[in-house]
């Protein structure tokens, strides 16, 4: 009796003893299995997945499949519309250190979710930090999804629950004590930053991007229109982080004085002058004063603190005032609640209360208006003890 004749795929047996496949795919090219198999029977069932696969639509080219995920990573990198320069070169960087050494060689098609397990487990044995390798797999997983969508794989292989959730570690808080101490033991033209980041809950990189134009004293509001990121070096004007990051902050009315201080003091002239420069009239960088906080950090006793845990501690205070989840998110800017949560919950929009509890924490500690203190000091110093 005669064998049934296969309808999809041939198999022929090699003079090694093994068996190799091949069929005629959707795009009337003949596609060879990538390998020989030991028996025929591993041959044939190997063509039903395929002819499957055809049937259901899932059938992925190989060939296209095969493109160095190397080259198709910073390919999606350099096409990803809207980046931040800061975030492309967070991309770039994390792309070419935790990525593309263990896994760029590889085709999309031969990076399982059993070699994006075992990626992750040797990044983490190696010491790399449990942030960077969650930031490593959100990438990964973003690059793969595309790839996904571009058919050249079928399903994502970062399968792996919460690899790319990173952990919060407990920030240092500082007191108001805390602030007005960091204030008066850094720099004098650097002092005015640890206050708006504390009072006003800014980001580093919205303090640079202030111009004279965006404060307004009368009304004791300011104008966060834009940030500046260091990258590669140089300062880099951009918007602000998200659409929420676009905002009026209400400071505290006590601040005030030493706002007046610093932009007669320190501040670049012209409507459009820079409220924070160097001393030699430049952007400060982050790496210099990473330097000159860290020294008044130690001289207060609080070396654990980050210059980003002002913020922190400026949203638990405008917290302890009974701002609403609503207000804190408005005024971190943040795009969600998610953050904000952090500090508090319930709803309302009073941005200038909050300011105005915060005057009252302050008066507290026993600071006082010193008047609009002159080039010798600013107004508020030694405010920390109330003298």
Known sequence: ????????????????????????????????????????????????????????????????????????????IAERPNLKPR??????????????????????????????????????????????????????????????RDGLIRRNPCQITGAGHEPSPERSTASLTDVFALADAIQPRYRLLVLLAAFGTMRWGELLGLRRSDIDLDGR?????????????????????????????????AIVPEMRWHLRVFAEPGPDGRVFLGPKGATPSRTNFHRIWRRATHEVGLPELHFH??????????????????????????????????????????????????????AGIGAADTGEGDDEGPPLVGARSGT
């Open 87 to 148: 975030t492309v070169a967070l991309y770039e960087t994390l792309f070419r250190i935790h990525v593309a050494p263990d896994l760029g060689s590889f085709g999309l098609l031969e990076i399982t979710p059993g070699r994006v397990r075992t990626w992750r487990k040797d990044r983490l044995d190696a010491g790399t930090g449990a942030v960077t390798v969650a930031k490593s797999y959100r990438l990964l997983s973003a690059i793969m999804n595309t790839a996904v």
């Open 1 to 76: 009796m005669a064998k049934a004749k296969r309808r999809f795929g041939r198999v022929r047996k090699l003079p090694s003893g093994r068996y190799q496949a091949r069929y005629l795919g959707p795009d009337g090219l003949d596609h060879p299995a990538p390998s020989t198999f030991a028996t025929k029977t591993d041959a044939n069932v190997w063509l039903t997945e395929k002819e499957a696969e055809i049937r259901r639509g899932d059938w992925i080219d190989p060939e296209s499949g095969m493109v160095a995920l190397a080259d198709y990573g910073k390919a999606w």
């Open 309 to 362: 845990d002002l913020r922190h501690s400026g949203a638990t205070l405008a917290a302890s005032t009974g701002a609403s989840l609503r207000e804190l998110m408005q005024r971190l800017g943040h795009s969600s609640a998610r953050a904000a949560l952090i500090y508090q919950h319930a709803t309302s929009d009073r941005d200038r209360a909050i300011a105005a509890g915060l005057d009252s924490l302050i």
């Open 221 to 253: 509001i300011i104008q966060i229109s834009r940030s500046v990121q260091q990258i590669s070096g140089a300062p880099v004007v951009t918007s602000p982080k998200s659409w929420a990051g676009r905002r009026r902050v209400a400071v505290p009315e």
